[in-house]
């Protein structure tokens, strides 16, 4: 069987054969300081934003270094064919990243950011079975990936429980148990079961509410940034227990940058960077069941 050639971001000169605003709104998305401007909004995606994004939405203003991104339509379906009815589906984004340029592409959207100079576009397809809205999440998924790494900080595709006004960061491979441990928690606010964005602040690191909270859905989206009380590399388990980091949680943690460690290979300074940022943080393995509260082995394993 032939394997089917790889996909390829579009250069950014491809971009130059886009030139119609997909519409005529602004935005600024900040999140503690991550900023992403958007200009050239249709008028329902827009709408859509000021539902989700609100707490974090506002117009733009160019100040703090904000990702300025021009909107562009594409008068074509697809990028890249679907290959899916509605209803079931593996999404894929497909990504590069040369000289700074971080460039991605999937169904419906196709887009480039350079980090260094804070600039970038992005192309908007036709085509209705990727919505815009998650096509367009995707995109501030990935940028804020990369703006956090450049702003001292990173994505971490964990769950986050702020508890006592401290951050708690739980995260694992996918069916490790971070959405039903978010579920499960009875204490503290959820800021999310999937994306949590890490930053250096003067004081410390800190975990920043955000605005991708996954399947989890109850209370209101929490604002602001807390300091991290440690990392916890879920493991299911019949016995609920914290236990000792054996030197593996942090390449686990490595594992879980999304965006970010498909090009640790070509660009391993970015391993000592993720590294200087939590050194003094603690990480230890919490062993769960989902029907017994793991708040208490996490307290008997704090440190005094």
């Given amino acids: 069987m032939v394997e ?99 460039r991605t592409v999937s169904y419906r959207l196709a887009s480039w950011i350079d980090v260094r100079r804070r600039e970038g576009a992005l192309a908007l397809a036709l085509g209705d079975l990727d919505p815009a809205p998650r096509a367009l999440e995707n995109f501030l998924r990935s940028s804020v990936a990369w703006l956090a790494i450049d702003s001292r900080g990173f994505l971490l595709h964990g769950a986050s429980i702020v508890r006592s006004g401290c951050g708690y960061l739980f995260y694992g491979p996918s069916g490790a148990g971070k959405s039903t441990l978010a579920a499960m928690s009875t204490e503290g606010q959820v800021i999310s079961d999937d994306l949590t964005l890490v930053l250096q602040q003067p004081g410390g690191l800190v975990v920043a509410g955000a605005p991708f909270r996954g399947t989890y859905t109850r209370g209101a989206p929490v604002v602001g940034a807390f300091p991290v009380a440690g990392f916890y590399r879920l493991r299911k388990d019949t016995r609920t227990q914290v236990r000792p980091d054996d030197g593996a949680c942090f390449a686990d943690l490595l594992g879980n940058l999304p965006c970010v460690v498909d090009q640790m290979p070509r660009q391993p300074q970015l391993i000592d960077q993720v590294r200087a940022l939590v050194e003094g943080t603690p990480f230890r393995y919490l062993h769960f069941r989902k029907d017994e509260s793991f708040w208490p082995a996490i307290d008997r394993e704090a440190p005094p």
């Fill in 4 to 102: 089917p050639a790889p996909v390829t971001p579009p250069p950014v000169e491809a971009f130059q054969a886009w030139t119609r605003p997909a519409g005529p709104r602004a935005v600024r998305i900040d999140i503690s300081g991550i900023a992403v401007e958007l200009e050239g909004l249709p008028e329902a995606l827009a709408d859509r934003m000021a539902v989700v994004y609100a707490p974090y939405l506002s117009r733009p203003t160019g100040s703090g270094r904000p990702l300025k991104v021009r909107m562009y339509k594409a008068p074509i379906e697809y990028f890249v064919p679907p290959g899916f009815t509605k209803g079931r589906e593996v999404y894929r984004m497909h990504t590069a990243l040369d000289d700074g340029v971080f």
